[in-house]
C-alpha cells in the first residue's frame, strides 16, 4: 500500500504504477487538489486501473457528473440513503460477481457482527454502466440497491461502496476485511 503524494497525483504518468487506487472517505473534500485531478484519474481508469471510492456526501466536492468515471449521484437527505440497522439482512443482486466472490466468497456470515450501521449516503441514481450487488432494508422501509456499485469502464473498474467499512475494520469484523480484500484485489483481464 502506497499512500499518493500530490506529486503522484499531479505527475502525468505515476499512476500508471498503481493497479488500484482507494479514495477514501470525505476525501474529495479534504485532499487538497484531488478533484482537480479526477480527470487523470478517470483516464487512468480509462487504461485499465481499478479505483474504488468509499463514502462520501453530496457536498463534498462530489459532483455526480464529473467525480466518478459515469454518472452516479449520491442520495440526500442521508436519512433516507443509509442502512442504520446493523443487522439489517443482505441480498446479494449478483452471487457470482467478481467482487463477490474472489478472493473471498462473501457470504451471510460476512455480514454478522457489524455495528452502528450497514452504511450511509447511499447512490440514488446511476449510470447505466453501473451494476448494483446488493439489496438491504431498514425493518418497514423499501430495500436500497445503491449501497455498493461497479462498472467496467474502458479497460478498468469503477466501484463505489457505501458501507461503513472503515467502522465495520475498526471493530474487527471479519466480514469488512474480507470484502475490503475483495474490492482492492487485481482484476483478472
Given at each position: 500500500m502506497t499512500e499518493l503524494t500530490d506529486d503522484q497525483i499531479n505527475h502525468e504518468t505515476a499512476l500508471a504504477a498503481f493497479d488500484t487506487i482507494v479514495i477514501g472517505i470525505f476525501a474529495l473534500q479534504f485532499r487538497d487538489g484531488l478533484l482537480d485531478e479526477m480527470p487523470r484519474i478517470r483516464d487512468w481508469v480509462e487504461d485499465g486501473g481499478t479505483l474504488l471510492t468509499l463514502y462520501h456526501r453530496p457536498w463534498d466536492n462530489w459532483d455526480p457528473e464529473t467525480v466518478p468515471p459515469r454518472r452516479l449521484e449520491i442520495g440526500q437527505p442521508s436519512l433516507r440513503w443509509r442502512i442504520t440497522d446493523a443487522q439489517a439482512e443482505v441480498t446479494h443482486l449478483e452471487p457470482d460477481q467478481p467482487l463477490l466472490t474472489t478472493p473471498n466468497r462473501i457470504t451471510a456470515e460476512d455480514w454478522d457482527g457489524w455495528v452502528k450501521e450497514r452504511g450511509l449516503y447511499f447512490a440514488k441514481s446511476w449510470d447505466a454502466a453501473y451494476t448494483p450487488l446488493l439489496s438491504m432494508a431498514d425493518p418497514g422501509e423499501d430495500p436500497?440497491?445503491?449501497?455498493?456499485?461497479?462498472?467496467?469502464?474502458?479497460?478498468?473498474?469503477?466501484?463505489?461502496?457505501?458501507?461503513?467499512?472503515?467502522?465495520?475494520m475498526a471493530h474487527l469484523v471479519p466480514g469488512a476485511f474480507r470484502l475490503m480484500a475483495n474490492l482492492i484485489a487485481p482484476?483478472?483481464?
Amino acid at each position: 500500500m502506497t499512500e499518493l503524494t500530490d506529486d503522484q497525483i499531479n505527475h502525468e504518468t505515476a499512476l500508471a504504477a498503481f493497479d488500484t487506487i482507494v479514495i477514501g472517505i470525505f476525501a474529495l473534500q479534504f485532499r487538497d487538489g484531488l478533484l482537480d485531478e479526477m480527470p487523470r484519474i478517470r483516464d487512468w481508469v480509462e487504461d485499465g486501473g481499478t479505483l474504488l471510492t468509499l463514502y462520501h456526501r453530496p457536498w463534498d466536492n462530489w459532483d455526480p457528473e464529473t467525480v466518478p468515471p459515469r454518472r452516479l449521484e449520491i442520495g440526500q437527505p442521508s436519512l433516507r440513503w443509509r442502512i442504520t440497522d446493523a443487522q439489517a439482512e443482505v441480498t446479494h443482486l449478483e452471487p457470482d460477481q467478481p467482487l463477490l466472490t474472489t478472493p473471498n466468497r462473501i457470504t451471510a456470515e460476512d455480514w454478522d457482527g457489524w455495528v452502528k450501521e450497514r452504511g450511509l449516503y447511499f447512490a440514488k441514481s446511476w449510470d447505466a454502466a453501473y451494476t448494483p450487488l446488493l439489496s438491504m432494508a431498514d425493518p418497514g422501509e423499501d430495500p436500497l440497491t445503491g449501497a455498493l456499485l461497479t462498472a467496467e469502464i474502458g479497460k478498468g473498474r469503477h466501484t463505489h461502496c457505501s458501507l461503513v467499512l472503515h467502522t465495520q475494520m475498526a471493530h474487527l469484523v471479519p466480514g469488512a476485511f474480507r470484502l475490503m480484500a475483495n474490492l482492492i484485489a487485481p482484476r483478472s483481464h
